[in-house]
């Protein structure tokens, strides 16, 4: 446990950040599901609709070190190619 008030500090803002960053994944995760679920039932319109919303988002949290850079551009470029096939 931390003893100093300097260390004690960078606890409670290590568990701030901690629990932001994990809403904010969270919130990424619902996006590429909601896009995922319009491709699986093979609306292509409403996953062309949930891509361009998510896609922002992803820049964002990719932005903020959220996710990696790599792994972001690797869930846009995937997501992007599924929404592609399904309007083809």
């Known amino acids: 446990m931390a003893n100093s008030p300097q260390a004690r500090k960078r606890a409670r803002q290590a568990e701030t950040a901690r629990r932001r960053n994990a ?22 319109e409403a ?18 070190g959220i996710l990696h850079r790599n792994k972001a551009t690797r869930y846009k470029s ?9 309007s083809a």
């Open 78 to 86: 995937r997501l992007s190619a599924a929404v592609k096939k399904l």
């Open 47 to 64: 996953a062309q609709a949930a891509l361009t919303s998510a896609i922002p988002v992803i820049d964002r949290m990719a932005a903020k």
């Open 23 to 44: 809403s904010h994944r969270s919130m990424v995760r619902t996006y590429i599901k909601k896009v995922q679920a319009a491709i699986e039932a093979e609306d292509a």
